[in-house]
């Protein structure tokens, strides 16, 4: 209750009192877990009072500082299973990825360039791969959604889909379909010449290059909404 109230709170401009309330939230779970350290609640809540926490200092303090109170956070998430965990870490990373593209907004400057070897562009390939990963665990979770499967479930059929595939052999027909469909589905993605993701007051942009495609190297473009 006191991690939603701060959060509120937030929400509605006081980042100081919002960050105050959600201090508290941690230190009465953090009491609790000292009782049940395995508890799932428990971790849950205060994984997600954490996350909040470093989003908060995200907007006063250095970066580096505010992505050390998200490493906390994900060791609670580690201990959860794996449906909670999945949907966890997919709001850790966006989170993460917002916190440094909106650091990126602050320091880029008023021509909003990236140099493609400095710092910034470090911190976009971090931010893009943070992106990515929270949308293929949030693609993912959508699937099991739609198949009316829960997670377990899908792990038990993968694991039985390996273990067949194993006792097939590569050379087998049916294992050369499926790794021909996997190469198919990769090229295309490979195809992609463009990525758009929008930030709180901008539009971030990634395309590949086109002479540097075999090393995955991609011109990164921000447009500054008005």
């Known amino acids: 209750l006191l991690d939603d109230l701060g959060w509120s709170v937030y929400e509605s401009g006081d980042g100081t009192l919002a960050a105050k309330n959600i ?6 779970l953090t009491t609790e877990l000292e009782g049940s350290s395995t508890d799932e609640t428990l971790l849950e809540l205060r994984s997600k009072a954490t996350r909040h926490l ?5 907007a006063t303090r250095p970066l580096d500082d505010a992505r050390a109170l998200l490493g906390g956070a994900r060791r609670d998430v580690s201990l959860l299973p794996d449906r909670s965990r999945s949907l966890s870490e997919a ?3 966006f989170s993460e990825a917002t916190m ?11 021509e909003s360039r ?7 562009a470090t911190l976009f390939k971090e931010g893009l791969s943070l992106v990515d990963s929270a949308q293929g665990i949030y693609q993912a979770e959508g699937e099991l959604l739609r198949a009316n499967k829960t997670r377990s479930e899908m792990d038990r059929l993968a694991a039985e889909v390996s273990t067949h595939a194993r ?13 021909a469909t996997i190469r ?3 090229r295309q993605f490979a195809k992609t ?8 007051r901008s539009t971030w942009g990634a395309s590949p290059r086109p002479w540097r495609r075999a090393t995955a190297s991609w011109r990164a473009s921000c447009r500054r909404d008005p």
């Not at 440094?100 to 008023?110: C, K, S, T």
């Not at 010449?193 to 709180?200: G, T």
């Open 114 to 120: 990236i140099e493609s070897d400095g710092r910034l």
């Open 91 to 93: 709001q850790l990373d």
């Open 193 to 200: 010449n463009y990525l758009e993701y929008p930030a709180a």
């Open 54 to 58: 470093a989003v908060i200092a995200s």
């Open 100 to 110: 440094i593209l909106e650091a990126i907004n602050r320091d880029i400057g008023p």
């Open 23 to 28: 201090e508290e939230a941690i230190e009465v």
């Open 184 to 186: 198919s589905s990769y």
């Open 167 to 179: 006792s097939l052999g590569c050379a087998h027909q049916s294992v050369v379909q499926v790794a």
